[in-house]
């Protein structure tokens, strides 16, 4: 299949600036610990994390078929101790790590290096069940759950999930042959979504083939989205770009996107469910926007 070759009717966003921030990268270890290696690397996080671990070390390993969605978990349960002193970061080495859906922390990064490539199960038992958005009434799939995306957090103070350009593959094409053709009890996984949470950053990274939309902040406030490449076929089903939905402070800036739906859509809700929710999407600022697409480039609605 073509995927991202066909400008006339992809969407494309790219937005260039710059939010740099030196932070000191993790390189070796395989304790949480103050005293480690480290060399300088620079990217754009909202603060220096004092503790680190990498995913190798709680038996994750990225040959591109072991399933490591336990290793996550455990790895991010064990770094969120230490929230209270001075965060944690989680680094991703070169490889390929296949998992399912897991919970971010909080005063947390997760870092995928250049060569690091985390691919998203196509086992839909590796994606809980969730409640539908309160601002949804609903799946927008099918009535009922949804699968949780895989990366997801909520409640969360002081979240970045960035690299070096590393990709998060999520492997979409079983969930559109499985939603073309009706077979889904539930709506799809998206690739990344935080929900009631302040302080966000996604950045850094390539995104490609999520089973439904990319990046969705929800009910969050102080959101940055940025230096992201976003990549699917012109003609998946729902897999827009970056929708921030029903948020506070909002910023996309430095993104290449192509999908075959929305760029950027803005959105609060959906519906008379999100009119009966009322919360809706305020101080939403794109930059440097270049777009290719197939239905909008930017919109801004309640669906």
Same mark, same amino acid.
């Given at each position: 299949m073509e995927l991202w070759t066909s400008a006339r009717r992809s969407k494309v966003i790219d937005v260039r600036g710059v939010l740099g921030v030196l932070v000191l990268f993790y390189t070796i270890g395989v304790e949480s610990r103050k005293s480690v290696k480290w060399d300088y690397f620079e990217y754009g996080? &909202?603060?220096?994390?004092?503790? +680190?671990?990498? /995913? +190798? @070390? *709680?038996?994750? /390993?990225?040959?591109?078929?072991?399933?490591?969605?336990?290793? *996550? #978990?455990?790895? %991010?349960d064990h770094l969120s101790q230490f929230s209270s002193e001075g965060g944690s970061l989680l680094y991703v080495p070169p490889g390929r790590w296949l998992t399912g859906s897991f919970n971010l922390t909080s005063y947390f990064t997760l870092y995928l290096d250049k060569d690091a490539v985390l691919l998203g199960s196509e086992n839909e038992s590796e994606y809980p069940l969730i409640e539908p958005l309160p601002s949804y009434g609903r799946g927008r799939d099918a009535d009922g759950a949804r699968y949780s995306s895989l990366i997801f957090g909520k409640n969360l103070t002081d979240v970045v999930i960035t690299g070096a350009n590393g990709t998060i593959d999520g492997q979409g094409e079983l969930w559109w042959t499985k939603f073309r053709a009706g077979k889904l009890d539930y709506t799809r996984p =998206?690739? %990344?979504? %935080?929900? *009631? &949470?302040? @302080? /966000? #950053?996604?950045?850094?990274?390539?995104? %490609?083939? &999520?089973?439904?939309?990319?990046?969705?902040? /929800? =009910?969050? &406030?102080?959101?940055v989205v940025q230096d992201l490449t976003i990549l699917a076929p012109v003609k998946s089903p729902n897999t827009d770009g970056i929708n921030p939905d029903s948020c506070t402070n909002t910023r996309i800036q430095d993104c290449y996107i192509v999908s075959g739906d929305d760029c950027v859509a803005v959105k609060s809700g959906w519906d008379e469910y999100g009119i009966s929710f009322g919360n809706a999407h305020e101080a939403a600022c @794109? #930059?440097?926007?270049?777009?290719? *697409?197939t239905h909008q480039c930017s919109d801004c609605t309640g669906e």
């Open positions: 996080a &909202s603060s220096c994390r004092a503790h +680190s671990a990498s /995913v +190798s @070390d *709680f038996g994750g /390993v990225g040959d591109g078929t072991t399933v490591n969605t336990k290793a *996550f #978990q455990a790895a %991010i =998206y690739l %990344i979504e %935080i929900m *009631f &949470s302040t @302080d /966000v #950053q996604i950045s850094n990274l390539t995104l %490609i083939n &999520s089973p439904s939309w990319n990046v969705h902040p /929800v =009910y969050c &406030s102080n959101v @794109d #930059q440097k926007a270049d777009m290719h *697409f």
